[in-house]
């Protein structure tokens, strides 16, 4: 077998034993240590309480009551990776297992009597310095990215009531999240707020402009053009993005750019527009020049390597493939692959680590963020990869 073929197996091994459930970067609020207390009603004890979690190198989880849970946007990541190899082997095996997941998702949907469409949510007590999100609240990133699982996985198995609960989530993205504020126009992070967060934006209008070409909703692909165009009007001039508008978004990093431009791709290629491709051009070429060192390593910020993270890698090889494509780009992809097993996965436990800053190593267990990430990225390299050779052949 293909050696990264196995390692990618023996990933997958691993999040079976644990049933896709672990913990997560952002999940210390889950502490029953912490709920148990008044101090968990303060929005400041919440935040520095969620930061400790974050960026404490020891799990404090245990110590601190927090359990392992299933997350729905990990398990929605888990589908696509399933997909991935499904396509790649044609084992039933893996359509099986994305099937169970997908029964699962089902029943953690956010409340419908209130929200009248497919969404979901995370499964933890969120706070942002910029709002709160309670658990099961439902948020544009969670819900595009089980739309999206969903919808590939009722397309493989010819399951239409999945088809159609996937595109339903188009419509709680315009209905409950499109915004005017400040003069933009965009889709929020979550019901009732006003942060403008380009990624969260543009991932919702790509899931609308996919659904709503699907639907044949004329109106739906107007608000997501609209709701693009406020992004791409906001791109420098050098092609980046910052992550947002607030004074503390004003950073620019690799994986959420990463997001940007595959969104961008998804809608382009869902509409069948140019109308995009000198932003789109203009964004990959900022991305593969500022984001990377010589040797593969995917770079956190414009600025720095710091922290490296799994994260960063797992978006860069779909983000070189989907959006880039040439020989060039696979050939840089390659090294991507190669360099985030070099620095970050741990052959013992056949998992990655969380981080590696410059002076230490983080090697807690994040299901969601890392593992899930890994898994999905590789699948689809390992099947991009294997396409490539069949034609070649």
């Not at 658990?135 to 544009?140: L, T």
């Not at 004003?250 to 431009?261: A, S």
């Not at 140019?274 to 020049?289: L, N, P, S, W």
């Not at 070189?320 to 097993?341: F, N, S």
């Amino acid at each position: 077998m293909n050696p990264l073929v196995s390692l990618n197996a023996r990933l997958l091994d691993s999040i079976r034993e644990e049933q896709f459930a672990g913990h997560d970067p952002f999940d210390l609020l889950n502490s029953r240590l912490l709920q148990a207390t008044p101090l968990y009603r303060n929005q400041w004890v919440r935040l520095a309480w969620l930061q400790l979690g974050k960026r404490s190198p020891v799990n404090l989880r245990p110590l601190l009551g927090v359990p392992k849970r299933r997350n729905p946007k990990g398990v929605g990541l888990f589908i696509s990776g399933l997909m991935q190899d499904y396509r790649r082997t044609g084992e039933a095996r893996y359509l099986q297992q994305a099937r169970e997941l997908s029964d699962w998702l089902l029943t953690q949907r956010s409340d419908a009597q209130q929200w009248q469409h497919s969404c979901w949510g995370y499964h933890f007590d969120w706070q942002a310095r910029a709002f709160y999100v309670p658990a099961g609240k439902p948020n544009i990133i969670t819900t595009c990215y089980v739309a999206r699982a969903l919808h590939e996985l009722g397309q493989l198995a010819g399951d239409q009531a999945l088809i159609d609960m996937a595109l339903d989530a188009a419509y709680f993205i315009s209905r409950h999240l499109y915004t005017e504020a400040d003069g933009r126009r965009f889709y929020a992070y979550i019901p009732g707020e006003k942060a403008f967060v380009h990624n969260a934006s543009l991932w919702g209008a790509a899931w609308c402009a996919f659904a709503a070409q699907q639907l044949g909703d004329a109106a739906l692909v107007e608000q997501a053009l609209g709701v693009a165009r406020q992004s791409v009007s906001e791109q420098a001039a050098d092609g980046s993005w910052v992550y947002g508008a607030l004074h503390h978004h004003q950073f620019i990093d690799g994986f959420h750019t990463g997001y940007n431009l595959e969104a961008l791709r998804l809608l382009r290629d869902a509409l069948q527009t140019d109308e995009f491709d000198a932003c789109i051009a203009k964004g990959y070429r900022y991305y593969v020049d500022n984001f990377f060192e010589a040797d593969g390593t995917a770079k956190y910020y414009n600025t720095s390597v710091y922290p490296i993270d799994m994260h960063s890698f797992a978006q860069a090889i779909f983000t070189l493939l989907k959006v880039g494509g040439t020989p060039a780009d696979l050939a840089l992809c390659d090294k991507v692959v190669q360099r985030a097993i070099d620095l970050l996965y741990l052959p013992g436990k056949g998992q990655f680590v969380y981080q590696k800053t410059r002076w230490l190593t983080n090697r807690i267990n994040y299901t969601r963020w890392t593992q899930a990430w890994a898994y999905n990225a590789l699948a689809f390299y390992n099947r991009y990869r294997a396409e490539l050779n069949h034609a070649k052949n």
